[in-house]
């Protein structure tokens, strides 16, 4: 960085401080960082504003850039996971473990209905709760994405569990103002997933189970794609792929699911949070950075809308054929 800036003829921000207050303010496509031009939103920032922690912005370009990065941990992780699993239903039981418990509070380990075969073979996927995210002896978790958050300023909660709004933050970034977070007075007794899982994982899991809802509600029976964070097969319609997202960086996300669905054939469904698949704007990014022959085959669709959209696109090739 330093030596980026020399060239650039730049004075180099002069500490690791320093450093995190220039990715605070300035532009990710600021060019001291050398990130390609096109690659990412105008306004995204590689430190968060108000939560002073690498964005997810940060964490996605990271894992499009060095060899998968934080996104290949993740699947790594998984696929590790998959390995100490017996078989596909320890493993489906596990995930969902994982997705419904980004926290684990020492005393839900007493409660009833605690699956403790499932916490054996998870346990070594939780971390302490990192120091950063603690402010005077407690832990805030966002009310919507369930996520560690922080008030702006690191400022202390004064009375009981604080709202949601524009000083907060939360790991999942887009949430809506308005909703109460929860305050967790304890956190040496709590244990975190790691944050690969947090943001690859448990963050999408929201549109996955939406979607998965609406395809079970249909009678469309869905199987997992081994190795993958949240793709599946719809063996019953045959050439039908179905994959959810959350992301921030259309582009990026383009370049990934590219490289995903290149290895397989059919139709792929892309799924995303209503949020992105009801924004032109995303959806125009997304569209314009996919290979024509896949923009050409790729239906995009938010989770409500999947099982319709699928039923939509079958019939309509079914009487192509016939015609
Ligand atoms: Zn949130």
Redesign the pocket.
């Given at each position: 960085m330093v030596l980026r800036c020399l060239d650039l003829g730049e004075e180099p921000p002069l500490s690791v401080p320093g450093l995190l207050e220039w990715c605070r303010r300035r532009p990710a496509g600021d060019r001291v960082f050398g990130v390609p031009p096109g690659l990412l939103d105008a306004g995204a920032r590689l430190v968060h504003p108000v939560g002073v922690t690498p964005t997810r912005t940060c964490l996605e370009l990271a894992s499009h850039e060095r060899r998968g990065g934080i996104e290949q941990e993740a699947r790594a992780l998984l696929a590790d996971l998959a390995r100490r699993c017996r078989n596909t239903e320890q493993y489906r039981r596990s995930r969902r473990f994982l997705v419904r418990h980004v926290a684990v509070h020492q005393k839900d380990r007493f409660e009833r209905g605690w699956d403790k075969e499932v916490w054996v073979r998870v346990r070594e996927l939780y971390q302490p709760v990192p120091e950063f995210l603690v402010v005077a002896g407690k832990f805030l978790r966002?009310g919507?994405?369930r996520?560690p958050?922080l008030l702006g300023g690191r400022r202390a909660p004064e009375h009981g569990a604080p709202v949601?709004g524009p000083q907060t933050w939360?790991?999942?970034?887009r949430?809506p103002a308005g909703e109460r977070m929860e305050l967790v007075r304890d956190p040496e007794r709590v244990l975190l997933l790691r944050r690969a899982l947090r943001m690859f994982l448990a963050l999408p899991s929201a549109v996955e189970h939406a979607g998965l809802e609406t395809l079970a509600a249909h009678g469309l029976v869905h199987e997992a794609v081994p190795e993958e964070l949240g793709s599946y097969r719809l063996p019953g319609l045959g050439a039908y792929t179905v994959h959810f997202y959350d992301r921030v960086q259309p582009v990026l996300l383009a370049d990934r699911f590219t490289d995903l669905v290149d290895r397989l054939p059919g139709t792929p469904v892309l799924v995303l949070p209503r949020r992105s698949a009801g924004s032109t704007e995303f959806r125009r990014a997304l569209a314009a950075a996919l290979p024509d022959e896949l923009r050409a085959r790729t239906l995009i669709s938010a989770p409500q809308e999947l099982a319709r959209r699928i039923h939509q696109h079958h019939t309509g090739r079914r009487k192509g054929a016939h015609a």
């Open positions: 966002c919507t994405c996520l958050a949601a939360c790991e999942g970034e949430c």
